[in-house]
């Protein structure tokens, strides 16, 4: 699995004019958990990216707390709501 999102990466990365969407599904340290969620990294990472010349569009459905179970129980819905290139 870390080698297919590895791969993904590195061809969104790689490629010269490419826009993707990309869904992170997580716990308390995705969700930015006891801090403003402007300082979380998935809402840092879409202007990390831009400086790097790549156009994403981050939705976070990471839920502090949750478990494994959950996140896969809600990922069929967030799937079908955001269409998202990259999990």
């Known amino acids: 699995m870390i080698r297919l999102l590895s791969f ?20 308390s340290l995705s969700a930015g958990y006891q801090m403003p969620i402007e300082k979380a990294w998935p809402s840092i990472l879409p202007s990390e990216l831009e400086e790097k010349g790549k156009n994403a569009t981050v939705v976070n459905g ?9 996140g896969l ?15």
């Open 73 to 87: 129980a809600r990922l069929p819905a967030l799937l079908e709501q955001h269409s998202p290139d990259i999990v």
């Open 62 to 70: 990471s839920i502090s707390g949750d478990t494994t179970g959950n």
């Open 8 to 27: 993904a990466f590195v061809i969104f990365l790689s490629s010269p004019v490419f826009s993707a969407s990309i869904l992170v599904l997580g716990d």
